[in-house]
C-alpha cells in the first residue's frame, strides 16, 4: 500500500507486481519531464523521459505516462523487483532547449516486498 | 558517455571551517553546471546556476556569501561552504547539462556534509 510520511511517501509492493508512481508537477509551460532513481547515497540515475508533446512513452519494464490537463505524471514498473527498490522523483524542465535546471518532485519511497 | 565526478564523496569537519566541493565534466564541456542539496528524506532542491566564466546565479533563499561557487573552466565547478555550521549538514549533487535529450542532464554521485 501507499503511506505518505513527514517527506517521503511510501510505496510498498510484492516482487513481480507492477509498481505505479505518480507525480505532480507545478508549471504548465515545462516541456520535458525526466524521471530518476535515487538510491541512498548516490546520485539521480536516469531511468525514461518524455517531451510535452507524447502522453506515454515505453522502455524496459518502464512506462511514462503524461497528462498535461492535470499537470501529472507517472511511472509504471512492470514486474517489480528488490533491485528496484530505491527513491523516485519525476523532474520537469521549462525550456528544453536552454541551459534551464531541472525541478525536482517531492519523490516517492518504493519498497519492494521480497 | 557523459560522466560528472564529484568530490570529496563525504566530508566531515569542525563548525567554523570551510568546505570545497568540486564537480568535473570528465568527457565533456560544460558551459553550465547544476547545484543541488538535499536533506534527509527530502527532494533536491536546486542551490544556484554555474556559468562559466560568469557569476552564480543563486535560488531564492540561498545565501551566495556563503555558498561560493566558481566555474573557472568548461570541465570544473566547485562549490565552497563557508564558515560551516551543523545546519549546512546535508548531501549536495551537481549536475551538468551537456545537449538535450534526457542523457543531457548528468549527475555526480553527490558530496554527504556532516558539521560537527
Known amino acids: 500500500g501507499e503511506s505518505v510520511g513527514l517527506h517521503l511517501p511510501t510505496l510498498s509492493v510484492q516482487e513481480g507486481d507492477n509498481s505505479i508512481i505518480n507525480c505532480a508537477y507545478s508549471n504548465s509551460a515545462s516541456d520535458y519531464f525526466i524521471w530518476y532513481k535515487q538510491e541512498s547515497g548516490k546520485g539521480p540515475q536516469f531511468i525514461i523521459d518524455i517531451r510535452s508533446n507524447m502522453d506515454k512513452r515505453q522502455g524496459q519494464r518502464v512506462t511514462v505516462l503524461l497528462n498535461k490537463t492535470v499537470k501529472h505524471l507517472s511511472l509504471q514498473i512492470a514486474a517489480t523487483q528488490p533491485g528496484d527498490s530505491a527513491v523516485y522523483f519525476c523532474a520537469e524542465n521549462l525550456n528544453l532547449g536552454g541551459n534551464t535546471p531541472l525541478v525536482f518532485g517531492k519523490g516517492t519511497r518504493l519498497s519492494v516486498i521480497a | 558517455g557523459a560522466v560528472v565526478s564529484q568530490h570529496p564523496s563525504w566530508v566531515i569537519c569542525k563548525s567554523g571551517t570551510s568546505v570545497k566541493i568540486e564537480c568535473r565534466s570528465l568527457d565533456f564541456q560544460a558551459t553550465t553546471m547544476f547545484w543541488y542539496r538535499q536533506f534527509p528524506k527530502q527532494s533536491l532542491m536546486l542551490m544556484a546556476t554555474?556559468?562559466?566564466?560568469?557569476?552564480?546565479?543563486?535560488e531564492q533563499g540561498v545565501e551566495k556569501d556563503k555558498f561560493l561557487i566558481n566555474h573557472a573552466s568548461l570541465t570544473l565547478s566547485t562549490l565552497t561552504v563557508t564558515s560551516a555550521h551543523p545546519e549546512d549538514s546535508s548531501f549536495y549533487i551537481c549536475?551538468?547539462?551537456?545537449?538535450?535529450?534526457?542523457?543531457?542532464?548528468?549527475f555526480g554521485s553527490g558530496t554527504r556534509l556532516t558539521v560537527v
Open positions: 549536475s551538468a547539462r551537456l545537449g538535450t535529450g534526457g542523457y543531457g542532464y548528468t
Open positions: 554555474s556559468n562559466e566564466g560568469s557569476k552564480a546565479t543563486y
